[in-house]
Every structure is written in C-alpha cells, then in structure tokens.
C-alpha cells in the first residue's frame, strides 16, 4: 500500500467537506471547491477525519499508482480553502512589461504584437511594479489551477540564456551562456565586422570537417586491419600510435592480452634523447623499440600501422626498426 495514500486526513473546524453523488464539495474561509470521486475508492468522514480506502486490493498497478495522488489531490484542497496558494513569477528585459486590465494581462515581450493573456476563473492575479523588474502573484484556491496558470505565462517568453531576459519563477536560476565573442575573430584592422566573424566560422568548421573524415577514415581502416592481424607469443603484434605531442609504440601479445613492450617519445629514460613526433623522433623511437624486443628475445613482429598511411613518421620508425634486425 501506499504510504501516503493511507495517511487519514484531518479536517480542521473552518473547513465543511459534503458528500454529494460523485462530488465532495470543500468549503473554507477562503472559497468553496469541489473534488470528483475515483470510482476506485471509498471516501470515509468520520469525527473530522477524511480517510480513503481501495476497495479492492491493490493488485493493478494503475490503481495502486493513483492511491496516494488522491490523498493528495484531496489533502491540498482541503489546505487550499483555509490559506491560499501562490506563485510569483518576474519579468526582466528592457522593454519587457505586463498591464492587467481587468482579467487580462496584455504582456509587451519583444514581438512584433502584443500578446494577451486571460485569467481563468477561480485565479486571481496581482502585478507589482518595481525599480528593474515586474511581478506578477498568482493565487488562488486550487493548487494545481495556480500551478498550471504560472507555467503558461512563464511559457510566453522563458528566460533566455544569454542576458536573462524574459519571464521566470522567483528565485529561479538560469544557466547562462557566454555570448559570442565576435571581436576575437576578426582580423587585426577589422576587428568586430561581422564578415570576418561569418567567414572565419566557416572556415574553422571546414577544418574541423576535413578533420574528422581523415580521423575517420583511419579509424575505419585500423579497424579493417584489425579483424587480420593478431599477435602471438612467438610473433606479436607491433603498433604505433601518432598523438598530436608524441609517439607511442606498443608490442603486444593478443592471445594473452597481454602488453609486452610498451614506449613512447615522453616516456621516462626516453623522453630526455627522444622529442616531438617528426621523422627524426620516430626514428629514434623505433630504434630503442628494436633494442628493447631483442632484450625479451623478439625477433619477428606483426606490424600494425594503427590506421595510419605508410609515409613519414609511420615508415620512419618501420625502417628504423627493420635496420636493427627485427623482422617483419
């Protein structure tokens, strides 16, 4: 059983609760309001206790569900009639207002129209003026009414990101982003145009884009290469790798899962003799790599380029291994 759903709730003495057909009708100091019976439940007032029984077990999940969002539906209105709901929403924009003219907010949101909305029965609505911001108080009897009321006219304009502008709940925080930084792109002399924003975007994106299909495509192809080589313990598989800063080179034995040798141009006892990823670099790596297989007794490898094409820093390091005498 739910917890919540069968907690008794106690009706104070101000407030009246009447049974009548497929209506409970609440009233309070502060309005009267009507509840319409699940079907599903037993409605119990006895001694100035509201209590809500199932009346069957609550094998159905759908029904087990609505057990304690009766309860709660019921205890909120019952608080309702006695001490109003209310929610405060602001408005922040230069040229952002609201004007309450009678049950209708005619609200000034930057758009080419003004856009009206109208308060439905039961709600009433307050605008307060202040120094740098409006408010607009929402209260009434009905708590999910009050609720749904708030959310539509914060929908008329969200709070955007960038400057905060438009319509929030009070205390509300918005996840601000920074702007876009259009001096920072322009070429020197033309700073701030925004041809130079515009083209410089494009021509970053075309970079980024021939990028990715070049890392893409040595991925695809590292791939292809994979499903054909596997390393053993008598011929394992040597890989390169070439980082933007530095080289790795690894020897490894795939039927163990197993690294045998691995090395890289910072790694420590390297990094001194052994900078950067040129040629001169790898050429220097594949030669400490040679001298470090002949030291585990390795004297024939798998050669795994890593996707990489065959030329520059890749063929470098494979000559520069070959003329140690490792095999291929």
């Known amino acids: 059983m739910s917890r919540i759903g069968k907690k008794p709730i106690s009706i104070p003495d101000s407030v009246k609760i009447i049974q009548s057909g497929d209506l409970i009708k609440i009233e309070g100091p502060k309005g009267k309001?009507?509840?319409?019976?699940?079907?599903?439940?037993?409605?119990?007032?006895?001694?100035?206790i509201l209590t809500i029984v199932p009346k069957t077990e609550l094998t159905d999940k759908k029904i087990k569900s609505l057990f304690g969002l009766e309860r709660m539906l019921l205890y909120n209105k019952i608080n309702g009639v006695i001490e109003e709901y209310k929610k405060v929403l602001q408005i922040q924009g230069v040229g952002y207002r609201v004007q309450q003219q009678g049950n209708k907010l005619n609200f000034s949101l930057g758009f080419s129209h003004p856009v009206v909305y109208e308060v439905p029965e039961g709600i009433k609505v307050i605008v307060e003026e202040q120094k740098k911001e409006q408010k607009i108080i929402v209260t009434g009897i009905d708590k999910e009414k009050?609720?749904?009321?708030a959310a539509q006219i914060r929908a008329l304009k969200k709070a955007e990101p960038y400057k905060g502008k438009g319509i929030r709940y009070e205390g509300e925080k918005i996840r601000t982003k920074v702007g876009k930084s259009v001096a920072a792109t322009g070429a020197a002399g033309g700073a701030g145009k925004w041809y130079d924003y515009f083209f410089g975007r494009i021509f970053n994106m075309k970079i980024l884009k021939k990028t990715l299909e070049r890392r893409k495509g040595r991925i695809i192809r590292h791939i292809r290469a994979r499903k054909k080589i596997v390393g053993t313990l008598e011929k394992p598989r040597l890989c390169i790798f070439k980082g933007s800063r530095a080289l790795f080179s690894q020897v490894i034995n795939d039927i163990e899962g197993k690294t045998i040798i691995g090395i890289g141009t910072n790694?420590?006892?390297v990094r001194e003799s052994v900078k950067?990823?040129?040629?001169?670099?790898?050429a220097k790596l594949g030669k400490i790599m040679a001298q470090k297989c002949k030291e585990k007794g390795i004297n024939t490898v798998i050669f795994d380029k890593g996707g990489f094409k065959y030329h520059g820093v890749i063929k470098a390091f494979a000559d520069a291994v070959r003329e140690e005498g490792i095999k291929f």
Not at 276 to 282: D, L, R, S
């Open 276 to 282: 950067g990823n040129n040629k001169e670099a790898a």
């Open 146 to 149: 009050v609720g749904l009321v």
């Open 33 to 48: 309001i009507e509840h319409k019976i699940n079907n599903n439940f037993d409605y119990i007032i006895k001694d100035k």
């Open 267 to 269: 790694s420590k006892g």
